[in-house]
């Protein structure tokens, strides 16, 4: 089983820092076709922010978008699984907690995000591949 890192290592991580308005993180997360971005506070993670915290703490609550700080909205302290962490364990926090993004952190430096899309691409490319030696080997004998 590999490490969550060897999944997101050539991965670029977009972050917003706390005191970037909502509607500019909002527009970044269309462009990126990102559901959930790290929220990072002189450099260290404080929390992320995700389509959930923009329809519950914004939309519904009738703020401004583009008066209101992200830092202010953000689900704050997030659980962070470290670098080593295997693909099974990511997979168990996620569904236990019922969200679909988790950072990837060690002593609150970000090394990045992963999505749940992200591991099940993973486990689809490592099946198809095990599909591929699979039928070599039956077409070989």
Known sequence: MSCIHDLIKNQET???????????????MV???IGAV???REGCLVGVFSERDLMRRV???GRDPARTMV????TENPLTVQPEADLETCIFLMRRHGFRHLPICQDQVLHGMVSMRD???HDLSEKDDEVRMMRAYIHSA
Not at 14 to 28: F, G, I, M, P
Not at 71 to 74: A, D, F, L, Q
């Open 71 to 74: 830092g202010e909205v953000m």
């Open 14 to 28: 977009y972050h917003a820092d706390a005191a970037q308005s909502v509607l500019e993180v909002a527009q970044a």
């Open 31 to 33: 462009d990126r076709n």
């Open 59 to 61: 939309v519904v609550e």
């Open 38 to 40: 790290p929220v990072l």
């Open 119 to 121: 591991i099940i691409l």
